[in-house]
């Protein structure tokens, strides 16, 4: 079967979308996502996303992690499976969609590249050791680090998302050190198995955890870079909860192609 796919990338974290509101995929295996998602054999992508219809909303965002198995929220695939209901015409310059964490609301400028997103609230933050986690639509923890564009962020993010405590679950792992008026961080992604060039659950994850950490409250704004770019994020915290949430950044069309898939 021919199906057509976009390829889009926030911040270098990159995905592959696919228009099923005619519900041409009525259902796609791991295994074809993997391939799909693999750099040497498919398109190449840390994840793939299907738009469809959902009654009440503007669309239904469903995520695949690059392993093939359906993900927890992704906050940079949603900025840019936003861009891709713009450049459908599902949506103009707001939206709101559904996730597999529950409703999302976002904006999109003009140009339709510069994406921002109403994540979750987030009412609890645990430590383990000195490293913070929870959860920001995916579990994250979130760790303080020097030295970390050398860092072996493949390595040490392996052994803390297969440990004994994460490893049934998973976790993504986020390290993270002091720049500017922001921060520098390197992700571990679990589902991809490997660093990525951004994650979008990832840095939120990081400022309300950074805010936690250095005992802020109030409005707050927090600029992260990643390796693949700049990101913002943006958020209330009256010292008890993180409420009115927002990843902010870019989103582009890389391009778009037809791809025959075995089904």
Same mark, same amino acid.
């Given at each position: 079967?021919?199906?057509? !796919? =976009?390829? =889009?990338?926030?911040?270098?974290?990159?995905?592959?979308?696919?228009?099923?509101? /005619?519900?041409?995929?009525?259902?796609?295996?791991?295994?074809?996502?993997?391939?799909?998602?693999? *750099?040497?054999?498919?398109?190449?992508?840390?994840?793939?996303?299907?738009?469809?219809?959902?009654?009440?909303?503007?669309?239904?965002?469903? @995520? @695949?992690?690059?392993?093939?198995?359906?993900?927890?929220?992704?906050?940079?695939?949603?900025?840019?499976?936003?861009? !891709?209901?713009?450049?459908?015409?599902?949506?103009?310059?707001?939206?709101?969609?559904?996730?597999?964490?529950?409703?999302?609301?976002?904006?999109?400028?003009?140009?339709?590249?510069?994406?921002?997103?109403?994540?979750?609230?987030?009412?609890?933050?645990?430590?383990?050791?000195?490293? =913070?986690? /929870?959860?920001?639509?995916?579990?994250?923890?979130? #760790?303080?680090?020097?030295?970390?564009?050398? #860092?072996?962020? @493949?390595?040490?993010?392996?052994?803390?998302?297969?440990?004994?405590?994460?490893?049934?679950?998973?976790?993504?792992?986020? $390290?993270?050190? #002091?720049?500017?008026?922001?921060?520098?961080? *390197?992700? $571990?992604?679990?589902?991809?198995?490997?660093?990525?060039?951004?994650?979008?659950?990832?840095?939120?994850?990081?400022? /309300?955890?950074?805010?936690?950490?250095?005992?802020?409250?109030?409005?707050?704004?927090?600029?992260?870079?990643?390796?693949?770019?700049?990101?913002?994020?943006? !958020?209330? @915290?009256?010292?008890?909860? !993180?409420?009115?949430? $927002?990843?902010?950044?870019?989103?582009?069309?890389?391009?778009?192609?037809?791809?025959?898939?075995?089904?």
């Amino acid at each position: 079967m021919q199906i057509n !796919f =976009y390829k =889009y990338q926030g911040a270098g974290n990159d995905f592959i979308l696919i228009d099923n509101r /005619l519900s041409v995929l009525k259902g796609i295996d791991k295994e074809s996502v993997a391939q799909l998602c693999d *750099r040497r054999f498919g398109i190449g992508g840390d994840g793939l996303m299907l738009l469809e219809d959902e009654p009440g909303y503007d669309f239904r965002m469903i @995520y @695949y992690n690059a392993d093939g198995n359906e993900g927890s929220m992704c906050g940079n695939g949603g900025r840019c499976i936003v861009a !891709f209901a713009k450049h459908l015409g599902v949506i103009d310059d707001a939206t709101k969609f559904l996730a597999t964490d529950g409703l999302h609301h976002a904006k999109i400028s003009e140009a339709g590249d510069w994406v921002s997103l109403q994540m979750i609230d987030v009412t609890r933050i645990d430590q383990d050791g000195e490293a =913070y986690v /929870l959860n920001t639509g995916s579990p994250h923890y979130v #760790k303080l680090a020097s030295d970390l564009e050398v #860092k072996d962020v @493949y390595n040490e993010g392996y052994a803390i998302r297969n440990n004994a405590t994460y490893k049934q679950e998973g976790i993504n792992v986020n $390290f993270v050190q #002091k720049e500017g008026e922001g921060y520098f961080v *390197r992700t $571990f992604e679990r589902g991809v198995e490997n660093e990525t060039y951004a994650c979008g659950t990832g840095v939120t994850a990081v400022a /309300l955890a950074m805010a936690k950490h250095n005992h802020q409250s109030g409005i707050i704004s927090t600029p992260v870079r990643v390796l693949g770019g700049n990101l913002n994020i943006r !958020f209330d @915290y009256d010292g008890e909860k !993180f409420s009115n949430i $927002f990843l902010e950044g870019p989103a582009e069309l890389v391009f778009k192609g037809v791809i025959n898939l075995n089904s």
